[in-house]
């Protein structure tokens, strides 16, 4: 109802309220703008995400993983899972997606869903080009998801053989992958930009843990020392990483002793002294290239911690812990120079060598082929006695331009373990 003009009486309440009804005509209209406002960008986001999608080739993929994904039910690995005592453990870490393929649009390829297994989602085409998904399902010791730390890695990994070496065995850990996936991160530490934490990876883990062993009641007595190596190997060459690079020659006795003449070997008292080698020798490895050409994606790096008693030769236990070359030299292909073929063809014999070496290690009174290369040359005392045990960390990247390299790391580590399994039908 509108109240009658021209009352003089009622002028001042009409103004007042005419004041009230035109603020909330206003203050409506406002809202609706604002509203229509809120539309038209949402509107306008919607349409640009569509716009994105349809420019990225492999929306469709990832819309199919989503609905995959969807349908799984997720029980990831957690702290407090049992840790399984094996003589050979082979588990897989799954890195985050990085900014570099984040920006490329990749599709994370890779599903954990429980605690040891793995899905990757393989996109592939039909002859008539539709879009179809080939999800091929593995099965480890472990699984790591792009959430898990390195402490958690380490827990399942590398700690529990620890004691191995206290008990006269030999321990070794691997990490296995392409470049990139995140080998360095896992074993050296995690990186923050160029700097990396050598506390919060398994090579300053182990020291960690092999100092407190060292002064457990058990051992206290033992009177044992420790002292640490760490050294890089080239195709055939070997230099030692804490003497600035100096080659190093590999010989062998009539008892088929294998001796890295003249390698470093650093007395140390406490963690912070382990901690700096590995500084040192990290530093060492990665000066002088550019991470476009990289050497240490061509070289395995083996950094050693050994156990002897006060005074003695005698090795008593040894942690190898190897960041292994890149895998992924095997695909360089006729396009690549002579030099890199001759080097991807050497990283692929000591590759497959190992495989065999490890397998053998499984194996009661099996022939050890670790003349195969010079990797397993230097590490023949690891495969050797019934007490050595032996872990295989593979990294793989999520993302799909990765897919191939990514299931070629994962059927390695599973030739790996499945013969552990066939052990285990036949017992
Ligand atoms: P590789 O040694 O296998 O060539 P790196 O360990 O150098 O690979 O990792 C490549 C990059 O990915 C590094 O920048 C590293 O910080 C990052 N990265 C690797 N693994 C992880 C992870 N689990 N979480 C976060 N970043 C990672
Ligand atoms: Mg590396």
């Given at each position: 109802k509108s109240p009658k003009k021209g009352t003089r009486s009622k002028r001042e309440s009409i103004y007042d309220y005419k004041s009230e009804a035109a603020k909330k005509v206003e203050m409506i209209a406002k809202s609706r703008d604002e509203r229509r406002q809120r539309q038209a960008d949402e509107k306008a986001l919607k349409e640009q995400l569509v716009q994105l999608e349809h420019n990225n080739p492999y929306w469709e993929f990832a819309q199919m993983i989503n609905e995959y994904r969807a349908s799984l039910e997720f029980k990831p690995l957690r702290e407090t899972d049992p840790v399984i005592e094996n003589q050979i453990t082979v588990c897989v870490r799954k890195r985050p997606l990085n900014d570099k393929e984040i920006r490329r649009r990749e599709v994370d390829?890779?599903?954990?869903?429980?605690?040891?297994?793995?899905?990757?989602?393989?996109?592939?085409?039909?002859?008539?080009?539709?879009?179809?998904?080939?999800?091929?399902?593995?099965?480890?010791?472990?699984?790591?998801?792009?959430?898990?730390?390195?402490?958690?890695?380490?827990?399942?990994?590398?700690?529990?053989?620890?004691?191995?070496?206290?008990?006269?065995?030999?321990?070794?850990?691997?990490?296995?992958g392409q470049t990139g996936s995140g080998k360095t991160h896992t074993m050296g530490g995690e990186f923050k930009g160029k700097q990396q934490n050598f506390k919060s990876g398994i090579y300053g883990l182990v020291a960690q843990d092999v100092f407190k062993l060292l002064s457990h009641p058990k051992y206290a007595k033992m009177n044992y020392a420790?002292?640490?190596?760490?050294?890089?190997?080239?195709?055939?060459?070997?230099?030692?990483?804490?003497?600035?690079?100096?080659?190093?020659?590999v010989l062998e006795d009539g008892k088929q002793q294998v001796q890295v003449v003249g390698l470093t070997e650093r007395a140390v008292t406490?963690?912070?002294?382990?901690?700096?080698?590995?500084?040192?020798?990290?530093?060492?490895?990665?000066?002088?290239?550019?991470?476009?050409?990289s050497n240490s994606s061509r070289s395995h790096a083996v950094f050693q911690i050994i156990l002897r008693k006060n005074g003695s030769k005698h090795i008593d236990g040894k942690f190898s812990l190897i960041d292994l070359a890149g895998n992924e030299r095997g695909a360089d292909n006729n396009k690549s120079n002579r030099q890199t073929r001759i080097e991807g063809a050497d990283i692929n014999k000591s590759l497959?060598?190992?495989?065999?070496?490890?397998?053998?290690?499984?194996?009661k009174g099996a022939h050890l082929p670790f003349r195969g290369s010079?990797?397993?040359?230097?590490?023949?005392?690891?495969?050797?006695?019934?007490?050595?045990?032996?872990?295989?960390?593979?990294?793989?990247?999520?993302?799909?331009?990765?897919?191939?390299?990514?299931l070629n790391t994962l059927r390695y580590a599973d030739r790996v373990k499945e013969l552990i399994a066939n052990d285990n039908l036949e017992v």
């Amino acid at each position: 109802k509108s109240p009658k003009k021209g009352t003089r009486s009622k002028r001042e309440s009409i103004y007042d309220y005419k004041s009230e009804a035109a603020k909330k005509v206003e203050m409506i209209a406002k809202s609706r703008d604002e509203r229509r406002q809120r539309q038209a960008d949402e509107k306008a986001l919607k349409e640009q995400l569509v716009q994105l999608e349809h420019n990225n080739p492999y929306w469709e993929f990832a819309q199919m993983i989503n609905e995959y994904r969807a349908s799984l039910e997720f029980k990831p690995l957690r702290e407090t899972d049992p840790v399984i005592e094996n003589q050979i453990t082979v588990c897989v870490r799954k890195r985050p997606l990085n900014d570099k393929e984040i920006r490329r649009r990749e599709v994370d390829v890779v599903s954990v869903p429980t605690r040891n297994q793995l899905v990757v989602h393989e996109p592939k085409h039909k002859v008539d080009l539709t879009k179809y998904l080939e999800n091929q399902h593995f099965r480890f010791d472990y699984v790591f998801d792009d959430s898990c730390t390195n402490d958690l890695v380490y827990k399942f990994t590398a700690k529990p053989l620890v004691k191995t070496i206290f008990e006269g065995g030999m321990a070794t850990c691997f990490a296995y992958g392409q470049t990139g996936s995140g080998k360095t991160h896992t074993m050296g530490g995690e990186f923050k930009g160029k700097q990396q934490n050598f506390k919060s990876g398994i090579y300053g883990l182990v020291a960690q843990d092999v100092f407190k062993l060292l002064s457990h009641p058990k051992y206290a007595k033992m009177n044992y020392a420790i002292s640490a190596s760490f050294f890089e190997i080239y195709g055939k060459l070997v230099f030692d990483l804490l003497a600035k690079k100096q080659r190093l020659r590999v010989l062998e006795d009539g008892k088929q002793q294998v001796q890295v003449v003249g390698l470093t070997e650093r007395a140390v008292t406490k963690v912070e002294h382990v901690l700096e080698l590995i500084q040192k020798g990290s530093l060492e490895r990665t000066s002088g290239q550019t991470s476009a050409n990289s050497n240490s994606s061509r070289s395995h790096a083996v950094f050693q911690i050994i156990l002897r008693k006060n005074g003695s030769k005698h090795i008593d236990g040894k942690f190898s812990l190897i960041d292994l070359a890149g895998n992924e030299r095997g695909a360089d292909n006729n396009k690549s120079n002579r030099q890199t073929r001759i080097e991807g063809a050497d990283i692929n014999k000591s590759l497959l060598a190992l495989k065999e070496c490890i397998r053998a290690l499984g194996r009661k009174g099996a022939h050890l082929p670790f003349r195969g290369s010079k990797l397993t040359q230097v590490l023949r005392d690891s495969f050797i006695g019934e007490k050595s045990r032996t872990c295989m960390i593979a990294l793989i990247s999520p993302g799909n331009f990765s897919v191939d390299h990514s299931l070629n790391t994962l059927r390695y580590a599973d030739r790996v373990k499945e013969l552990i399994a066939n052990d285990n039908l036949e017992v």
